[in-house]
């Protein structure tokens, strides 16, 4: 742990060499709204980490934004919210489930669990609201205001589960935005069409109503069914409406309504894409083979459907002195998904099978029927005014979730073989508060602290269960159950210092936890696992400056962390069972720097980096390998047992490096009212493995990709053509790893022209 500390201590030097890096780049796609009158500098950026409008360059928390129009192309040509991964240093976000359940990782701190119960250490937060369960973190991006990625421990004014971060999401409020639509057209009969209107209804109620419509045509060939244009489709909606009163000068409510609905088909998995001992993607017809985005030889059935709704209001009452504020919130979902696991056709058992060799058939089907979470928040804040303030409040939590998983026997079947259920009942509430204090010479210190109570109650079972005796597990499981729960304190405390007028430094210390969780997905086993609260002490530094006379904004952090009781999740393996384990301790180190200039008018760049080191100190932690035949670097703990030491590993979807970088070019044109402009951006991660063990196939070596648009515009008008992905770069970026070397990839290039309209 020593000689890892002072590797830390080492980062300043390297983010220090970061910034020569990020000097010569194009720029990142971290761009923010600012509220500045002159556009040739980088003006002013407005967050609410801390539950405040408070300028980005003032506090002490490492926060990486994304708004106005890197925003609007990342989300885009129907992209979903994994777009926005490594749009922001140390943020990586990967599906297995594709646009139903992101998982986000944060300094290398995520989950790869697929269970659809799976905690996660990064929370996301949608108006104010946790959206805790993955179904719901999917919820589509659109009309927001701006995105913020707050790195470390945020326990003390967001509670649990965010040990490693939040990503926040601000939606545009009623009487903020403007009246727009966009409309878009590309490759595979892409569809995207984005909308709000909104405005005065009377001298005391204002209104918002947004959308969202995406569509794509299915545009991968099933060659063992002989179908075309057969996977990859969807049609998606999302809806949100806003109703803001304001009767007096000192109160308003917000009522919000939110609604989803996603008819697709299932993530496409591809068996045998890796090649054995090597992580090259193949073709169908083997090593040697070139690999075909657009092809998969698949005999199961495959398709996803996902329904939620919301329902919210928020109050304040200024007192003058203190505002109180009220968050209340109520999610519902559904979700049916049923998908090729073993990805190819037939198996070993049958006359024919391919592509390679599939042990035996594996078709799935998991159900949410039942998706309710309640959330309530009250909270008193001091307004601005004095060198002294503080937040205080009181929080609560209640969730209820089903899921029923069917296994089938082949995979037409209509009847599942077995079916397992889960019932799950989480509830929480917490009290915390926090104070700041600035002194005459500019010094501000703040400190806060949460009491968290976490209790939850789970039961699963395998009712029915018809497969052959000889796999065994099989055989009906009677309901088990099991109820984990614990009492748990974090805090921050955090100092930020001005150097000068344009330069402010900081420091950092913060306790964050996930609560306990519990899994039992019993269609494969026969036993619930839990893992214990895991805790994270964090300690980070950092400078924010203004540069330029105003033309360029450079920050900078390092940070190292440790947990303790870290939560794993070992997915698959040989056995094809989600155990959960908790390994005595990870430490992780790195930086952060984002720059962003505006050097003279009509230019601006931006660019984004960020080291992340983890590592895994446990030597008593073991997973088991795979059931593919891959190639395992890690010590097996006994010759022969399939089971490997992870000690020392890094975490799995933890790049070591990101980077991301955008340029954007406008010219106006004479004697008109508008502008030709050139924008593009790029996100660079380097090698990740998929799994707690490192192995050789089950891993991607690095993945680039970028964007482009061109385009007219006017205060009103907006025509641009566009392209994402615009080298087709294909990397793998998941995998499963019981049945073959099967491999899940990236978005293919994307190439449109979108219109827009302001009003």
């Known amino acids: 742990m020593t000689t890892r500390f002072s590797r830390y201590l080492s980062t300043a030097a390297s983010a220090a060499i970061a910034t020569t890096f990020l000097a010569a780049a194009p720029a990142a796609a971290q761009d923010a709204d600012t509220t500045a009158e002159d556009q040739s500098g980088v003006g002013t950026i407005i967050v609410t980490a801390q539950r405040r409008e408070e300028n980005l360059q003032e506090i002490p ?132 069409l984005e909308g709000a209107v909104g405005g005065d209804l009377s001298d005391v109620a204002s209104v918002r109503l947004s959308g969202l419509y995406q569509s794509r045509s299915d545009y991968v060939d099933n060659l063992d069914t002989a179908q075309k244009d057969d996977l990859e489709g969807f049609d998606e909606i999302a809806l949100r409406a806003q109703i803001q009163l304001e009767p007096t000068d000192d109160f308003s409510l917000r009522l919000i309504g939110q609604y989803r609905d996603l008819d697709g088909t299932a993530r496409v ?103 309710d979470q309640y959330t309530q928040e009250i909270r008193v804040a001091s307004n601005d005014g004095g060198p002294f303030g503080y937040q205080a409040g009181f929080f609560y939590f209640n969730e ?20 397992a259920l889960q019932r799950q009942v989480s509830e929480a509430w917490a009290l915390f508060g926090s104070v700041f204090y600035e002194f005459d010479n500019g010094l501000r210190l703040q400190g806060g602290i949460r009491y968290n109570d976490d209790k939850r109650d789970f039961a699963a079972s395998r009712p029915i269960d018809t497969r052959p005796g000889f796999l065994g597990f099989g055989g009906p499981v009677p309901v088990q159950t099991t109820s984990v729960d614990d009492e748990v304190i974090t805090w921050d405390l955090a100092a930020t210092m001005p150097a000068s007028d344009d330069v402010n430094v900081y420091a950092r210390v913060a306790r964050g936890y996930r ?64 155990t959960l384990l908790n390994a005595d301790e990870v430490e992780g180190y790195g930086f952060e720097a984002e720059l962003q200039a505006r050097p003279m008018e009509g ?63 406008t010219e106006d044109i004479p004697g008109t009212n508008g502008e030709i402009y050139l924008f593009t951006d790029w996100a660079y991660r380097s090698k990740v493995q998929f799994f707690l063990y490192e192995s050789v196939e089950f891993s991607d070596d690095s993945m680039l990709e970028g964007g482009l648009r061109i385009g007219y515009r006017t205060d009103r008008y907006d025509f641009a053509f566009f392209g994402r992905n615009i080298t087709n770069d294909v990397s793998a970026v998941s995998g499963i790893d ?8 990236n978005e293919p290039r994307i190439w449109g022209a979108e219109v827009g309209i302001t009003f």
Request: charged share 20%.
């Open 61 to 192: 928390v490492s926060v990486g934004t994304l708004g106005g129009e890197a925003l609007q192309v990342a989300t885009g040509a129907g992209a979903d919210i994994r777009a926005l991964s490594g749009r922001v240093p140390s943020l990586n976000i990967e599906s297995s489930f594709g646009r139903t359940f992101p998982r986000f990782y944060i300094r290398g701190l995520g989950n790869t669990d697929f269970d659809l119960n799976a905690s996660q250490p990064v929370s996301l937060v949608y108006d104010d609201v946790v959206l805790e369960n993955p179904v719901l973190k999917g919820f589509p991006v659109f009309d927001l205001d701006r995105v913020e990625v707050l790195r470390g421990p945020q326990g003390t004014l967001f509670g649990r589960n965010t040990p490693a971060g939040i990503v926040k999401f601000d939606t545009v409020k009623p009487g903020r935005g403007e009246n727009y639509v966009r409309a878009s057209y590309a490759r595979f009969n892409t569809i995207n």
């Open 269 to 371: 998995f591809r068996a045998n894409a890796f090649a054995t001992g090597s992580n090259d993607l193949i073709g169908l017809d083997g090593p040697g083979s070139k690999f075909e985005r657009d092809e998969v030889r698949a005999d199961g059935i495959n398709f996803q459907d996902l329904t939620s709704y919301n329902l919210g209001a928020v109050w304040e009452y200024d007192l003058g002195a203190a505002t109180i504020t009220s968050v209340t919130s109520y999610w519902n979902a559904e979700l049916e998904s049923r998908g090729d696991i073993d990805g190819g056709f037939g198996n070993q058992f049958a006359p024919e099978m391919g592509p390679g060799f599939i042990p035996f058939s594996a078709q799935s089907q998991d159900n949410v029927p039942s998706l």
């Open 400 to 419: 209820k979730l089903d899921i029923e998983s069917f296994d089938f026997g082949s995979p037409t079947d209509l009847t599942p073989a077995a079916v």
């Open 515 to 578: 609560a306990p969780s519990v899994q039992g997905r019993l269609a494969f086993g026969r036993d619930l696992s839990v893992a214990d609260s895991e805790t994270t002490m964090s300690y980070e530094a950092g400078v924010k400056t203004i540069l330029a006379d105003g033309m360029v904004r450079l920050n900078i952090g390092g940070f190292y962390y440790t947990t303790e009781d870290l939560q794993l999740t070992a997915v698959g393996g040989a056995n094809n069972f989600t």
């Open 603 to 665: 230019v601006e760049f931006a660019g984004g980096l960020s080291y992340n080191d983890t590592q895994i100190n446990d030597t008593n932690a073991f997973v088991a390998g795979c059931g593919a035949p891959c190639t395992v670097l890690d010590p097996e703990r006994t010759p022969g047992s399939n089971i490997f030491s992870i000690d020392g590993n890094s975490l799995p979807q933890a790049p070591k490096w990101t980077a991301n970088w955008s340029l954007g070019l």
């Open 738 to 745: 019981f049945n073959n070397l099967t491999a899940m990839v």
